[in-house]
Protein backbone atom coordinates (compact mmCIF):
# COMPACT_ATOMS: atom_id res chain seq x y z
CA UNK A 1 0.00 0.00 0.00
CA UNK A 2 1.53 3.58 -0.85
CA UNK A 3 1.86 6.57 1.29
CA UNK A 4 -1.01 9.12 1.15
CA UNK A 5 0.53 12.31 0.87
CA UNK A 6 -2.99 14.47 2.34
CA UNK A 7 -2.74 12.04 5.39
CA UNK A 8 -0.31 11.71 8.65
CA UNK A 9 2.28 9.16 7.82
CA UNK A 10 6.03 8.82 8.63
CA UNK A 11 9.26 8.17 6.48
CA UNK A 12 11.98 6.41 8.21
CA UNK A 13 15.80 7.54 7.26
CA UNK A 14 18.42 4.38 8.59
CA UNK A 15 21.96 5.38 8.35
CA UNK A 16 22.88 1.53 7.74
CA UNK A 17 21.84 -2.17 7.10
CA UNK A 18 21.26 -2.53 10.63
CA UNK A 19 18.64 0.29 11.35
CA UNK A 20 16.89 -0.38 8.17
CA UNK A 21 16.38 -4.20 9.83
CA UNK A 22 15.19 -2.68 12.67
CA UNK A 23 12.93 -0.35 11.18
CA UNK A 24 11.52 -3.10 8.87
CA UNK A 25 11.03 -5.41 12.02
CA UNK A 26 9.14 -2.11 13.79
CA UNK A 27 6.70 -2.24 10.82
CA UNK A 28 6.35 -6.10 11.45
CA UNK A 29 3.76 -4.83 14.40
CA UNK A 30 0.36 -6.22 13.88
CA UNK A 31 -1.19 -2.61 15.85
CA UNK A 32 0.84 -0.76 13.27
CA UNK A 33 -0.55 1.06 10.17
CA UNK A 34 1.57 0.31 7.76
CA UNK A 35 0.32 2.12 5.20
CA UNK A 36 1.33 5.38 7.34
CA UNK A 37 5.03 4.21 7.23
CA UNK A 38 7.92 3.53 5.12
CA UNK A 39 11.57 2.63 5.34
CA UNK A 40 13.42 4.37 2.77
CA UNK A 41 16.46 3.60 1.81
CA UNK A 42 19.96 2.77 3.66
CA UNK A 43 22.02 6.55 3.84
CA UNK A 44 25.43 4.72 4.00
CA UNK A 45 26.31 6.81 7.18
CA UNK A 46 24.81 9.06 10.05
CA UNK A 47 26.64 12.24 7.83
CA UNK A 48 24.93 10.69 5.20
CA UNK A 49 21.41 10.73 6.80
CA UNK A 50 21.66 14.45 7.70
CA UNK A 51 22.86 15.27 4.02
CA UNK A 52 19.88 12.99 2.41
CA UNK A 53 17.46 14.65 4.61
CA UNK A 54 18.43 18.75 4.15
CA UNK A 55 18.73 17.51 0.65
CA UNK A 56 15.84 15.40 -0.35
CA UNK A 57 13.66 15.12 2.28
CA UNK A 58 13.07 18.80 3.39
CA UNK A 59 11.62 20.51 0.82
CA UNK A 60 9.28 17.85 0.17
CA UNK A 61 8.10 18.17 3.62
CA UNK A 62 7.22 21.43 3.41
CA UNK A 63 4.76 20.46 0.25
CA UNK A 64 3.74 17.26 2.34
CA UNK A 65 2.51 19.11 5.70
CA UNK A 66 1.25 15.70 7.00
CA UNK A 67 4.33 14.33 6.43
CA UNK A 68 7.03 12.90 9.46
CA UNK A 69 10.48 11.27 9.68
CA UNK A 70 12.26 9.55 11.80
CA UNK A 71 16.25 9.56 11.13
CA UNK A 72 17.86 6.15 12.82
CA UNK A 73 21.61 7.02 13.25
CA UNK A 74 24.22 5.03 15.24
CA UNK A 75 25.56 7.76 18.14
CA UNK A 76 29.01 5.83 18.10
CA UNK A 77 29.07 7.12 21.90
CA UNK A 78 29.20 10.74 20.89
CA UNK A 79 26.56 12.40 23.05
CA UNK A 80 26.93 15.15 21.06
CA UNK A 81 25.76 14.12 17.83
CA UNK A 82 22.28 14.45 18.82
CA UNK A 83 22.59 18.02 19.29
CA UNK A 84 25.04 18.21 15.93
CA UNK A 85 22.19 16.38 14.00
CA UNK A 86 19.18 18.74 15.44
CA UNK A 87 21.32 21.71 14.56
CA UNK A 88 20.78 20.34 10.79
CA UNK A 89 17.32 20.57 11.01
CA UNK A 90 15.49 23.33 9.78
CA UNK A 91 13.44 25.65 12.42
CA UNK A 92 10.10 25.21 9.82
CA UNK A 93 10.50 21.24 10.46
CA UNK A 94 11.80 20.40 13.96
CA UNK A 95 8.38 19.45 15.51
CA UNK A 96 8.28 16.82 12.46
CA UNK A 97 11.75 15.27 12.70
CA UNK A 98 12.99 12.52 15.12
CA UNK A 99 16.23 11.60 15.50
CA UNK A 100 16.79 7.86 17.50
CA UNK A 101 19.18 5.44 17.33
CA UNK A 102 21.56 3.04 19.61
CA UNK A 103 23.63 4.54 21.88
CA UNK A 104 26.90 2.57 20.33
CA UNK A 105 25.62 0.91 17.31
CA UNK A 106 22.92 -1.93 16.72
CA UNK A 107 25.58 -4.38 16.33
CA UNK A 108 26.49 -4.17 20.32
CA UNK A 109 22.72 -4.29 21.45
CA UNK A 110 22.07 -6.89 19.44
CA UNK A 111 24.74 -8.83 21.14
CA UNK A 112 23.33 -7.67 24.66
CA UNK A 113 20.42 -8.75 23.84
CA UNK A 114 20.54 -11.46 22.01
CA UNK A 115 17.76 -10.61 19.31
CA UNK A 116 18.15 -10.24 15.76
CA UNK A 117 17.84 -7.01 14.69
CA UNK A 118 14.01 -7.65 12.83
CA UNK A 119 13.31 -8.81 16.17
CA UNK A 120 14.61 -5.83 18.40
CA UNK A 121 12.53 -3.78 16.09
CA UNK A 122 9.44 -5.44 16.54
CA UNK A 123 9.80 -5.38 20.77
CA UNK A 124 10.58 -1.29 20.21
CA UNK A 125 7.28 -1.56 18.00
CA UNK A 126 5.32 -3.49 21.04
CA UNK A 127 6.84 -0.93 23.64
CA UNK A 128 5.10 2.09 21.38
CA UNK A 129 2.07 0.45 20.89
CA UNK A 130 1.96 -0.99 24.90
CA UNK A 131 3.27 1.73 25.92
CA UNK A 132 5.72 -0.23 27.79
CA UNK A 133 9.63 1.17 28.28
CA UNK A 134 11.09 -2.19 28.36
CA UNK A 135 13.40 -2.67 25.45
CA UNK A 136 13.14 1.46 24.89
CA UNK A 137 14.52 1.75 28.69
CA UNK A 138 17.93 -0.64 27.92
CA UNK A 139 20.80 1.51 28.32
CA UNK A 140 21.51 1.75 24.48
CA UNK A 141 18.72 2.72 24.06
CA UNK A 142 17.35 4.47 27.09
CA UNK A 143 19.07 8.33 25.74
CA UNK A 144 15.79 8.09 23.26
CA UNK A 145 13.75 9.40 25.95
CA UNK A 146 12.99 12.70 25.50
CA UNK A 147 12.97 12.00 21.43
CA UNK A 148 11.18 9.19 21.74
CA UNK A 149 8.06 10.86 24.11
CA UNK A 150 7.82 13.31 21.43
CA UNK A 151 7.67 11.11 18.18
CA UNK A 152 4.68 8.84 20.09
CA UNK A 153 2.88 11.87 21.34
CA UNK A 154 2.51 13.24 17.28
CA UNK A 155 2.69 9.18 15.50
CA UNK A 156 0.95 7.44 17.80
CA UNK A 157 -2.86 8.41 16.63
CA UNK A 158 -1.94 7.35 13.45
CA UNK A 159 0.34 4.51 13.31
CA UNK A 160 -0.94 2.57 15.72
CA UNK A 161 -4.32 0.95 15.80
Known amino acids: MSINNERPHIFVLPED ?9 FILDLNLNSSAIRVLPVARGWKNVVKKFTNDYASTMRQHPHRMIALLIDFDEYEDRLIYVKNQIPDDLKNRVFVLGVLSEPERLKRDINKDFEKIGEALAKD ?3 NTNELWGHHLLKHNKTEL ?8 PFLFN
Open 17 to 25: DANRQIANG
Open 128 to 130: CSD
Open 149 to 156: DRMISSVK
